[in-house]
Nanobody
Framework: VQLQASGGGLVQPGGSLRLSCAAS????????MGWYRQAPGKQRELVAT???????SYAASVKGRFTISRDNAKNTRYLQMYSLKPEDTAVYYC???????????????WGRGTQVTVSS
């Protein structure tokens, strides 16, 4: 299983970006998929998650500005980020809890990070 994240970049404060995370490989089901971020000198923190049933959750710091969504046919999840602030600057990591077979329990997978920089 591989997770391929894309969509990071440099944006001005108040701007928008959309991150994508595509899962590929031997996948039976994706239980939960989400985004974490890690700023320099800080611990990695949860940003947003979406379950297989479409239930979403967000960190308080991004609620109302970020939206996580999914395309099940493509095994892809998106993080639409609006009203970006300098404090959103971080490396964003995609995470997924995936089962590879009905009889095999899920395990966590991580994608390579994508840099998001919010600066004027």
């Amino acid at each position: 299983v591989q997770l391929q994240a894309s969509g990071g970049g440099l944006v001005q404060p108040g701007g928008s970006l959309r991150l994508s995370c595509a899962a590929s490989g031997s996948i039976f089901s994706i239980n939960v998929m989400g985004w974490y971020r890690q700023a320099p000198g800080k611990q990695r923190e949860l940003v947003a998650t979406i379950t297989s049933g479409g239930v979403t959750s967000y960190a308080a710091s991004v609620k109302g500005r970020f939206t996580i969504s999914r395309d099940n046919a493509k095994n892809t999840r998106y993080l639409q980020m609006y009203s970006l602030k300098p404090e959103d600057t971080a490396v964003y990591y995609c995470n997924a809890r995936i089962s590879q077979a009905p009889s095999v329990g899920p395990r966590d997978y991580w994608g390579r990070g994508t840099q998001v920089t919010v600066s004027s």
